[in-house]
């Protein structure tokens, strides 16, 4: 019973428009593993509401479309909770979500006056450009 009172308070809470506020966690996010072809990466979760519900929709299989030269993105079918930041620079390895319901995988750094919502890093970003390849990419996002 709990867990449906959770649930529907989150897809309540989710689908707004608006920037809600990160409630700090007591509980550990986690890592999760990221496979595109036959390589595997490790990402460490932020401690954030937007990482532990980008988690709780894992295992994930998304076709991830090039941008820019220097990430990938996908837009998903819900929204997840956000908290905009304009991060400045960003890292290769760095997995964020633009607005709302765009999960976007970087492989370049770079500096930029766009806001994200952090939801993980990826701990050892070597060879993630060549894994990901120039056109669309298929990444499996799974709990460790």
Same mark, same amino acid.
């Given at each position: 019973m709990n867990l449906i009172v959770a649930m529907m308070l989150f897809f309540a809470t989710a689908c707004s428009p608006e920037d809600k506020p990160l409630t700090p966690s007591t509980t550990t996010v986690g890592d999760i593993t990221l496979t595109i072809g036959d390589r595997t990466f490790t990402a460490t979760m932020e401690q954030n509401s937007t990482a532990e519900a980008f988690r709780a929709l894992l295992p994930l299989t998304l076709e991830m479309q090039e941008l820019n030269g220097n990430e990938k993105y996908h837009y998903l079918s819900?929204?997840?909770? &956000?908290?905009? =930041?304009?991060?400045?620079?960003?890292?290769? $390895?760095? @997995?964020?979500?633009?607005?709302?319901?765009?999960?976007?995988?970087?492989?370049? &750094?770079?500096? =930029?006056?766009?806001?994200?919502?952090?939801? $993980?890093? @990826?701990?050892?970003?070597?060879g993630l450009k060549e894994a990901l390849g120039s056109r669309t990419s298929k990444v499996i996002f799974t709990s460790q």
């Amino acid at each position: 019973m709990n867990l449906i009172v959770a649930m529907m308070l989150f897809f309540a809470t989710a689908c707004s428009p608006e920037d809600k506020p990160l409630t700090p966690s007591t509980t550990t996010v986690g890592d999760i593993t990221l496979t595109i072809g036959d390589r595997t990466f490790t990402a460490t979760m932020e401690q954030n509401s937007t990482a532990e519900a980008f988690r709780a929709l894992l295992p994930l299989t998304l076709e991830m479309q090039e941008l820019n030269g220097n990430e990938k993105y996908h837009y998903l079918s819900q929204s997840l909770p &956000t908290n905009h =930041t304009k991060v400045g620079t960003i890292h290769a $390895g760095d @997995i964020m979500l633009y607005g709302d319901n765009c999960v976007v995988v970087f492989y370049e &750094t770079f500096t =930029t006056s766009y806001q994200y919502t952090p939801i $993980g890093h @990826i701990t050892s970003p070597e060879g993630l450009k060549e894994a990901l390849g120039s056109r669309t990419s298929k990444v499996i996002f799974t709990s460790q």
